[in-house]
């Protein structure tokens, strides 16, 4: 009896051995495909970071692209938006200047009609700019800055090169004093007002109003331009009537002298009236 109940015992343990070394097997297979299954998911992962990661530098790069065109299409609109026609007729203003001063020491038959000529474009382009400017609307900053500096370039330089020689007056005679008197008057009045506006556009609104150009200044450049043309027409002595010429002249200097500084003395007033308010 005993032998027959150890047999059955000894049976009962192999079996369950045998059972046991079954689910450890299946196990070892199921973690086996489980591992399969998370390497391949970490693969699967991988690629995907990597393809994100290509198209995130992809985009990048485009996108570097796009802002590089954007500066250089900001950068022609710039250029094409300060070189507008105006403002082109007014830096050809400023161009002209040395060859006025070139000219009129030239001993040419021509160089006096040269002289003249220059002067005259330069009058006509400083009217034709602005006039461009307000019927087209290609009005600048920098075309507004530019054209004050240009008529007073202009100016200055016509005004010191007829003080360099002496002119005779029919009347009077040679008068040293004749042309510097207006001369200093005018460049004085120049160089105040380019003060006082740049005083005034640092101040508010009102202020840079009180010194808009006005009537009066328009006179003045007016009167300034057709004295300073008849002047350098009149050193031509094939001209009939020299003398006359450079009466009448110098008559219309004095002129623009005087209504330089009236309006000056104007936007000194409306400026006081507008800081009193």
């Known amino acids: ?6 047999k059955v015992l000894e049976v009962l343990g192999i079996q369950q051995i045998n059972s046991s070394k079954e ?3 299946c196990e070892n297979h199921n973690m086996g495909f489980s ?19 290509s198209n995130m530098n992809q985009n990048h790069k485009d996108q570097k692209h796009e802002n ?8 022609e609109e710039e250029i094409t938006t300060i070189l507008t026609l105006p403002t082109i007729l007014t830096l050809g203003r400023v161009a002209a200047v040395p060859l006025l001063v070139s000219t009129f020491y030239m001993n040419g038959y021509w160089a ?7 002067f005259i474009v330069a009058a006509i382009t400083d009217w034709l700019d602005g006039y461009i400017a307000r019927k087209m609307r290609l009005g600048t ?13 202009m100016v200055a330089a016509t005004l010191v090169l007829l003080c360099t020689g002496t002119l005779e007056v029919a009347v009077f005679g040679e008068v040293p004093w004749l042309l510097p008197v207006p001369s200093v008057a005018i460049i004085g009045r120049e160089i105040t007002m380019s003060a006082v506006r740049e005083w005034a556009a640092s101040q508010n609104s009102k202020v840079g109003k009180a010194v808009a150009v006005n009537s009066l200044g328009k006179w003045k450049t007016a009167s300034q331009m ?18 006359i010429l450079v009466m009448l002249g110098v008559s219309l200097l004095y002129i623009s002298a005087g209504l330089a500084l009236w309006s000056l ?3 000194v007033k409306n400026i006081w009236r507008t800081l009193v308010k």
């Open 68 to 75: 590089h065109y954007q500066e250089l299409k900001r950068d």
């Open 112 to 118: 006096t009609t040269a002289t003249t000529s220059i």
């Open 1 to 6: 009896m005993r032998r027959e109940t150890r």
């Open 23 to 25: 689910g450890l097997g």
């Open 265 to 267: 003395f104007v936007y």
């Open 141 to 153: 900053a920098f075309g507004a800055f530019l054209d004050p500096v240009a008529d007073k370039l």
């Open 35 to 53: 591992s399969n299954i998370n390497n391949k998911k970490k693969k699967e992962d991988g690629v995907q970071f990597l393809n994100s990661n």
């Open 226 to 243: 057709t004295a300073l043309t008849i002047l350098l027409a009149a050193r031509d002595r094939s001209l009939a009537g020299p003398g």
